[in-house]
């Protein structure tokens, strides 16, 4: 299919950095730093992703570095309390970790997101290892498509869903947005066109100014000289 989503792993991010369980807080950070990322998979031996440690999981070190011993003891169960006194990668993470295959599309990945409410996903293999990782930001790179290139598959999705009935229609793309002008036989199928066009990556809207009906047919002149048919 023409207007087929584009992939995870069509827009994740590769190599990916990763920690075991065993690595300790400043290895954690170090490596944060190195890769200029804000979180980690944590991996097993067979780079299984078992957690996700976060610059989120790190801060309660720092936060509850004044608090005074009669608090901390009161907060002893709260989650930031466990994390503050945490120092290896294991202690630190999230588990388990929200993670997407990489033939998954951009909008499954991006519920995925919004559902779990993380910006980033580990992107694993069909035995759950670990391959590469989606953030927001790569979700979004479908939107840097040329207007030209978005006009070519919208045109490619109407002829091979359309392509009798929009042979009068005009496509035309501007920063992502398509605009549809012109006549279709059928003007109640005009929902149907804008959904399927709308479900291509990267279009941004769609706008229709479609009339329905039949094209006028124009009147054929005969050649000259040429006799008037009798056929009946």
């Known amino acids: 299919m023409p207007n087929t989503p584009r992939r995870v792993g069509d827009v994740m991010t590769q190599p990916v950095a990763a920690v075991d369980r065993a690595a300790g807080f400043k290895t954690i950070v170090e490596t944060m730093q ?24 790190l801060l309660p070190k720092e936060g509850f570095r ?19 006194e945490a120092v290896t990668a294991g202690e630190l993470m999230t588990s ?23 910006k980033r996903l580990p992107v694993v293999d069909g035995n759950g290892l670990l391959v590469g990782i989606v953030s927001r ?8 498509r040329s207007d030209d290139d978005l006009a070519q598959e919208v045109r490619r999705v109407l002829v091979t869903y359309f392509a009798a009935p929009t042979r009068d229609l005009r496509v ?58 009798t056929a009946r």
């Open 34 to 57: 190195r890769w200029r990322v804000s979180a980690l998979p944590v991996v097993s031996a067979e780079r299984r992703v078992v957690g996700v440690v976060s610059e989120a999981d």
């Open 96 to 118: 388990p970790a929200v993670t997407v295959h990489g033939e998954a599309t951009l909008a499954q990945a991006a519920r995925t997101m919004a559902t779990a409410s993380v």
């Open 172 to 229: 035309e793309v501007t920063d992502g947005v398509v605009a549809l002008s012109g006549r279709l036989r059928d003007r109640s199928l005009v929902p149907v066109v804008a959904r399927l066009v709308r479900g291509i990556e990267g279009v941004v809207d769609v706008a229709y100014d479609v009339t329905g009906g039949a094209p006028a047919r124009r009147a054929v002149q005969p050649l000259p000289g040429a006799r008037p048919s």
């Open 66 to 84: 004044e608090a005074d011993v009669d608090r901390l003891d009161r907060l002893r169960l709260s989650d930031d309390v466990r994390r503050a």
């Open 137 to 144: 930001a790569d979700l979004l790179k479908v939107f840097l």
